[in-house]
């Protein structure tokens, strides 16, 4: 089955109702990380209905692609990402997420239908992404491995270590996506521990690199069908998503402090009345 | 104790491995560079297909273990115990013990008796960090025989195991009819007087001990552990009921060992007296293999030593 496709005015309008529930969300139990989610909200919605095969009916069908969350805190985008997909009712997550009783994590959890590995310690989604990809050789499957990396988190040394092993053992269905909302929790990447240059790094790693505007739905595609026709290449593909922490409000953009903290009821109605406004979509 | 020669449990998981890749080709085998010391390089030279040497990067290996694991394969990692459990230890409790998955991290050269390499390559706190994962079940085979059966038990039971082997040869002390049931301990000498528990090559040095203090008049109970977790609580109550105090005897730190697991389940159920033989809060140090068991106090005269103590507080 084929994830669903639906047209550009659809997938604008999804990505403002999810960036308006990333803030409901968070801000109703008074924590989470919004601004990591907001990033990443077209990347998400690109794999899930522009690229990857799914089957919301049965999460684990043999061929499906896989996606695995190395930035386990970006919780809101994946659950909502998810529920659009049809693994489950929107409500349930707007109910449940972070709160006792439920299978909604504050990290990404495989109790939640869609979510194919638990994480939340940045540095290991991509070493796990590379044993599903080695896996579908030895199944003779043809499905991709998508693995979504923090930029933060490319300071992590483990991520060489797979980085590494992916090109030295032609892991060509494997493609890391980079969010590069260029702001970890303390302040800006590269003022704490630069992570550049990532072409040069990736590239010296072995690795097909593609850079990105991971706020353009057109640019997201092109990248993900290059990923596509690079796999003859034999190599692993990296994309660098340029994408904006705390996308779509103003006052989140290029704000650390929303990192790991949800909108206040003031932010939250000013930053409804922003999107409402749509001067950010 | 049967007139066999010692081996290391290392070579019988080794030579089980590669006995259970020839019927089980869903087995995926990885190590980080230390495959002949670890003896998977046997499965690795038959089925060279299913193996990988992911290089020194220990995090690495069990993140693509805990990936393949995912889908559908029975994964081995392997590596040193020191480099597996301590360096990979996040990668172990998310990865592997949080997704719940099919990973069986075997560990060589555990312990002292690892021994001119010195503390770094000496480790004293696997049975420990390991123990405390949810998902996880420990096991230590007593000798290489064991080891053959625990290997082949666990490469069936799903989820996660650690199992720690030796390099050194330990004394044979079961024989190929005995049946290894999986979270069960096994008196190999009965006695009244108290229990010594254990697991590993110590349990050898508590038999001998055990014969010592025989002709001294002291009856020790000598039970091998080699399930450290879930730990028989059958056994260990029926036997503090039975001999009124009990000592565990361990090649670990003495802090959060095997020691401290069964006191805290005493404490609630039968506190008596208990002893502890470990290692006490130090670093190892370079040294042949049975020197160390006797500098740190691990070797059969020092377990009759702290035995005869432990009868002494039982009677006051």
């Not at chain 1, 579908?136 to 040394?157: F, H, P, T």
């Not at chain 2, 038959?46 to 993140?63: D, H, M, S, T």
């Amino acid at each position: 089955m084929l994830g669903q496709k639906v047209s550009m005015e659809n997938l604008k309008e999804m990505a403002k109702d999810i960036r308006e529930k990333i803030l409901i969300m968070t801000h109703n139990v008074n924590s989470g990380h919004p601004g990591g989610s907001l990033s990443l909200v077209e990347i998400m919605l690109s794999l899930y209905f522009y690229k990857i095969r799914y089957n919301p009916k049965d999460p684990n069908w043999e061929d499906r692609d896989r996606v695995v969350i190395s930035k386990g805190h970006a919780t809101p985008v994946v659950y909502l990402t998810l529920a659009k997909a049809g693994f489950f009712e929107e409500e349930e997550v707007m109910k449940g997420f972070r709160r006792l009783g439920y299978n909604f994590q504050g990290h990404v959890y495989t109790g939640v239908p869609g979510v194919e590995f638990s994480t939340g310690s940045l540095g290991q989604g991509l070493s796990a992404g590379i044993g599903m990809a080695l896996a579908a050789r030895y199944k003779n499957k043809d499905y991709n491995v998508y693995v979504i990396l923090g930029d933060g988190e490319v300071q992590e040394g483990s991520i060489w270590e797979a980085a590494m092993f992916a090109s030295f053992h032609k892991i060509n269905n494997l493609c890391a996506i980079i969010d590069y909302n260029k702001i970890q929790q303390n302040g800006f990447v590269n003022e704490i521990l630069s992570i550049e240059p990532l072409k040069d790094r990736w590239e010296a790693f072995g690795w097909n690199y593609i850079e990105i505007d991971g706020h353009n739905f057109d640019e997201i595609f092109q990248a993900l069908d290059a990923f596509e026709s690079s796999k003859v290449s034999g190599k692993p593909t990296v994309i660098v998503s340029n994408t904006i922490k705390g996308k779509g409000i103003s006052f989140m953009e290029y704000n650390n402090a929303f990192h790991g903290r949800a909108p206040t009821k003031e932010e939250l109605d000013r930053a409804l009345q922003e999107l409402r406004g749509g001067n950010h979509g | 104790m049967g007139d066999l020669q010692a081996k290391p449990t290392r070579d019988g998981f080794g030579e089980e491995l590669l006995n259970l890749g020839y019927e089980n080709e869903n087995i995926i085998v990885l190590s980080a560079d230390v495959e002949d010391s670890t003896r998977a390089e046997y499965f690795k030279k038959k089925f060279p297909n299913r193996f990988y040497n992911v290089g020194i990067a220990e995090q690495n290996l069990v993140g693509i273990s805990a990936g393949l694991a995912k889908e559908g394969f029975t994964v081995f990692a392997t590596s040193f115990a020191v480099f597996l459990t301590n360096r990979a230890y996040d990668f172990i409790r998310i990865s592997v013990c949080y997704n719940n998955l099919n990973v069986k991290l075997c560990a060589s050269h555990a312990g002292l008796m690892i021994g001119e390499d010195g503390a770094t390559a000496q480790s004293l706190e696997d049975i420990s960090i390991m123990s405390v994962l949810p998902n996880m079940r420990v096991v230590c085979p007593v000798d290489y025989i064991e080891t053959k059966k625990i290997t082949r038990y666990i490469a069936k039971e799903f989820g996660p195991f650690y199992m720690r082997l030796g390099r050194t040869p330990y004394p044979i002390v079961t024989s190929e009819s005995d049946v290894f049931e999986f979270g069960k301990g096994r008196v190999l000498m009965e006695g009244e007087d108290l229990t010594i528990i254990s697991y590993g090559v110590t349990v050898s040095e508590s038999l001998k001990a055990s014969e010592e203090l025989r002709k001294e008049g002291i009856s020790a109970r000598v039970i091998n552990m080699s399930t450290i977790k879930p730990f028989d609580e059958e056994i260990v109550l029926k036997s503090a009921e039975e001999t009124g105090a009990i000592m565990v005897v361990e090649e670990h730190e003495v802090i959060n060992g095997l020691g401290s697991m069964i006191a805290r389940f005493l404490a609630t159920k039968k506190p008596i007296p208990m002893e502890f033989v470990g290692v006490n809060d130090e670093f190892g140090v370079s040294g042949k293999p049975y020197e160390l068991l006797e500098r740190f106090g691990l070797d059969y005269k020092s377990i009759k030593e702290v035995a005869k103590r432990l009868i002494k507080r039982k009677k006051s």
